[in-house]
């Protein structure tokens, strides 16, 4: 066994150390390899913009991105777009969020509720949400309200069927206890199936986040005049195809953001239960 | 002595759309306050079900059950006659801490007084859980989980126990001492317990009294008193005498001619 050359007793056994090291050594790996993938990536399409092997007009480069990033910073236009795009998606995530979950918990008190209604519910979770949106405009308007009504479509029905199931997969003698403490269908509810189903509820709330912005940007493209949808169709009409792919980039980086913050709500709840 | 819980003719049957399956018939069964009673029988023969009833979460189809005298639907509504259930499995809730756990009953019933919160605390320290109140169940061993569901099961004072083979999620080492160890709480607090098990040693090391159910649908086969010579405060001893063997024997041929004849 290798000891260590210094009197103290080490803190840790010299195994112990190497498997340490190695942990991280493959953790930076990992994360050199994303980046490197992500230079890699940028450096060929910069390349290929500029010996023409793509043409730039079409295809855009990195540096005609950072070049309309920053004309967009200096002319605002960048938190207009991204402030609506934002807004409406945060505002439709919330309520996919509070109306799947108030739905659900109905459903679950409800037994025959939930069986009355759910070949309603598949179908209207298999229904391409986009087909909604000319109707939603007719009824609706062109503005902010329709398209954070066709953010929550995407998204709540296939959230209200994922939180039944799962509220119906609880271990019903987590229930008979509660029951033979004296409890109610109530307390069932409010002791067992919801503190038991916070790791489905983040689960969804991850789908829900990538859903909601979906349905936004659709309704961005058809009845919008500001969001980064708008600008994506405006974008793709005029042939400024700088500003189509920007604004795709600001999208995905909105999505890599939300996705983050989901999943530090998961670790921090990991942490105290 | 006046029997605390007496069920005449319980009768109960399950059903759906492939037809009717019976689990209990004309159940007649008379549990002296004080005793400890366990009930064996075959697996899947309906045991479980027979306590589902006598804890009011089934109905009996027929017959009838008296709790003190009162039946089902007046000892349910009435907090003061609650009756202690515990389940196979300890079930503590990981998304609270042990004291959390152990005081759910109190908190169903809204009965969160000093004086409960008082006995909880004096049950942690009696059974050695005080300095893992704060804790995580997951941290907790076996059988200190299942002192917990005692604890949460006698928090709201009960004065009858129904056990459904509490213990048969435990290791045998474990399964051994704390199946003694809470056999000896409840006899120490002079609570009635009806215990279920398909485990015949523990029956007849546990009770003062074993019932032995048929096949399905259940009926009571036959009664056997208990009774050691050198008393109960060392079950571990009571495995050890000729009456145990003797008991074991006498019981094993009841429930084996049950086989037979079926």
């Not at chain 1, 759910?118 to 229904?127: D, G, K, R």
């Not at chain 1, 493209?221 to 042939?239: K, N, T």
């Not at chain 2, 040693?201 to 009571?220: H, M, Y």
Request: one cysteine or more; aromatic letters at 10%.
């Amino acid at each position: 066994m290798v000891r260590h050359p210094h009197k103290a007793p080490p803190p840790v056994s010299a195994r112990q150390e190497s498997f340490l090291r190695a942990h991280h050594r493959h953790h930076h790996k990992i994360a050199l390899g994303r980046v490197f993938l992500l230079l890699l990536f940028l450096g060929l399409w910069e390349t290929a913009a500029g010996l023409g092997w793509i043409d730039r007009f079409f295809f855009s480069s990195p540096s005609g991105i950072l070049k309309y990033l920053g004309q967009m910073f200096a002319d605002r236009s960048f938190f207009a777009h991204t402030g609506v795009t934002l807004f409406e998606t945060i505002a439709s995530f919330i309520l996919v969020t509070v109306l799947s979950l108030l739905a659900a918990t109905l459903l679950w008190y409800q037994n025959s509720l939930s069986e009355i209604l759910e070949p309603y519910l598949v179908v209207l979770n298999a229904l391409p949400k986009s087909a909604l949106a000319p109707l939603l405009i007719v009824w609706l308007g062109t503005g902010t309200n329709t398209i954070i009504v066709a953010g929550i479509s995407v998204a709540v029905f296939g959230s209200i069927i994922s939180l039944y199931t799962g509220f119906c997969q609880v271990d019903p003698e987590m229930c008979k206890l509660i029951y033979t403490l004296g409890g109610s269908r109530r307390d069932a509810l409010t002791k067992v199936i919801l503190p038991s189903s916070v790791p489905l509820i983040l689960s969804s709330m991850k789908v829900n986040i990538g859903l909601s912005l979906v349905g936004v940007i659709i309704g961005e493209f058809l009845a919008a005049r500001r969001g980064l949808g708008y600008l994506i169709i405006y974008g793709s009409q005029v042939f400024q195809l700088n500003m189509v792919i920007t604004s795709i980039i600001i999208l995905c980086a909105i999505a890599m953001v939300f996705y983050k913050l989901i999943q530090s709500a998961e670790h921090y709840y990991k942490k105290k239960y | 002595m006046q029997p605390i819980l007496s069920l005449r003719d319980v009768s109960y049957s399950y059903h759906n759309l492939k037809g009717e399956t019976p689990a209990l018939s004309h159940i007649n069964l008379q549990i002296p306050e004080g005793s400890f009673v366990a009930v064996v029988g075959p697996s899947g023969c309906g045991k479980s079900t027979l306590l589902s009833i006598i804890a009011g979460l089934l109905a009996p189809e027929e017959g009838e059950i008296l709790y003190r005298g009162l039946s089902a639907k007046d000892y349910c509504a009435d907090s003061a006659l609650r009756i202690g259930y515990m389940l196979q499995r300890d079930h503590l809730f990981e998304w609270r801490t042990v004291y959390q756990n152990v005081i759910l009953g109190l908190e169903l019933t809204h009965s969160l007084t000093k004086e409960n919160t008082d006995y909880i605390l004096k049950l942690l320290e009696d059974y050695g859980l005080y300095g893992f109140k704060d804790k995580k169940p997951s941290e907790l061993s076996g059988g200190m989980r299942q002192r917990a569901a005692l604890i949460r099961t006698m928090a709201v004072h009960p004065d009858l126990l129904l056990l459904d083979e509490p213990f048969s999620a435990l290791d045998f080492q474990t399964r051994l001492s704390v199946s003694a160890d809470i056999a000896g709480i409840i006899r120490q607090t002079k609570k009635t317990a009806l215990l279920i098990t398909h485990d015949l040693s523990e029956a007849i090391t546990l009770a003062d009294r074993v019932v032995v159910l048929s096949r399905r649908p259940a009926g009571v086969k036959r009664e056997m008193a208990i009774h050691y010579e050198i008393g109960r405060e060392d079950p571990l001893a009571v495995r050890g005498t000729a009456a145990y063997q003797e008991y074991f024997n006498q019981l094993w041929e009841v429930l084996t001619d049950g086989k037979t004849s079926a």
